[in-house]
């Protein structure tokens, strides 16, 4: 089994800042990419940003610059640096990890089960 608990999510004003962090665990063999995204009342789940085992990046066109997305691999944990926070960016924040659970397993991704994130105006 594969667990993944996220927290740091919280209620902001605009222009603050909150961190996120969601952490692996149980029986994992490596982790390739993990990822943020976000999902707003009546809209469709969207990428934020994304980071690959090596460490390159990739961000939402709307997130770039105030975001930052980090990894600590020896502790299978995600980070989500969110600054400069507008109302625009008040959704549910869910981290996904894709990983193998053993040599000759296959990549499967796996979600967080999603903290709240409200910044008020």
């Known amino acids: 089994q594969v667990q993944l608990v996220e927290s740091g999510g919280g209620l902001v004003q605009a222009g603050g800042s909150l961190r996120l962090s969601c952490a692996a665990s149980?029986?994992?063999?490596?982790?390739?990419?993990m990822g943020w995204y976000r999902q707003a009342p009546g809209k469709q789940r969207e990428l934020v940003a994304t980071?690959?085992?090596?460490?390159?990046?990739n961000y939402a066109d709307s997130v770039k610059g105030r975001f930052t997305i980090s990894r600590d691999n020896a502790k299978n944990t995600v980070y989500l640096q969110m600054n400069s926070l507008k109302p625009e960016d008040t959704a549910v924040y869910y981290c996904?990890?894709?990983?193998?659970?053993?040599?000759?397993?296959?990549?499967?991704?796996?979600w967080g089960q999603g903290t709240q994130v409200t910044v008020s105006s």
């Open positions: 996904k990890v894709e990983l193998i659970q053993g040599v000759m397993g296959r990549w499967t991704g796996y």
């Open positions: 149980g029986s994992i063999f490596s982790i390739n990419n």
């Open positions: 980071i690959i085992r090596g460490g390159s990046t």
